[in-house]
C-alpha cells in the first residue's frame, strides 16, 4: 500500500512516516527543507527505499492512503476513499519543540509539570500504535476525538467519536527519554 504524507518532516510527520515504514507501508512524503530540523528529519528516512520525498508538483493521484498533519489534526483518507477528522490531543515525544522544562503547543509553553500535560498529554509512541490501528479499521468515525486516558475533564463530545489512550509507561518515564533525547540532539531542536 502507497501512502501520502503532507508535511512528512513536522515532528509528528515524521514519526507517522517512521510508523508507516516500520510496518511495512511504501511513503511518498511531501514538505519543504526550509528548516536545519527538517533537513536533520529528512536524512533519518531519505535513505529508506521504501520512501521517497517528493515536491507538491510531483503529487501522484494514485495513492491508497494519505495523511496531511496540521498543528492539531490529522485528514486521514483510507484505500476505502474514506476521509477522516482525527483531532490531536497534546502529543510529546522526540523533536518536537521544546525546552528542557517544557513544551510548546499551538503557540503556548505548557510547563511538564502542569496539570494540563500531566492530564492530558500523550506520548507519540503510543498515539502511533493506536494510528496503525485506526488506518486498518473499516469503522472509523467520520470525526475522531483523542484523548489521554488521564484527561477527567467532563466535555461534551460524543463517545462514539472519541477514543482514550493509554501511555504503556508512565508519563513521567517517557518524559525522561524524551528529554535524554533533547539532551543529545539540543541543536536540531
Known sequence: MLFLVENCFQWVGFHIVNCLLENGYKVDGIDDLSSDKKKHLSMFVGRNSSFQHISSSERDATYDSSIKITENQLDLTLQQNT????????????????????????????????????????????????????????????ILEVKSINNKQSEEIKLENSVYIRNNRTIEENLKMVIKHYEKFEDFY
Open 83 to 142: 476521509s477522516h477528522l482525527i483531532k490531536l490531543p497534546i502529543l510529546f515525544g522526540e523533536w518536537m519543540p521544546m525546552k528542557i522544562n517544557g513544551m510548546y503547543h499551538h503557540n503556548s509553553f505548557i510547563p511538564f509539570d502542569s496539570d494540563i500535560f500531566l492530564n492530558e498529554a500523550i506520548y507519540i509512541g503510543d498515539f502511533m500504535k493506536s494510528l496503525t490501528q485506526w488506518i486498518k479499521s473499516s469503522q472509523l468515525p467520520e
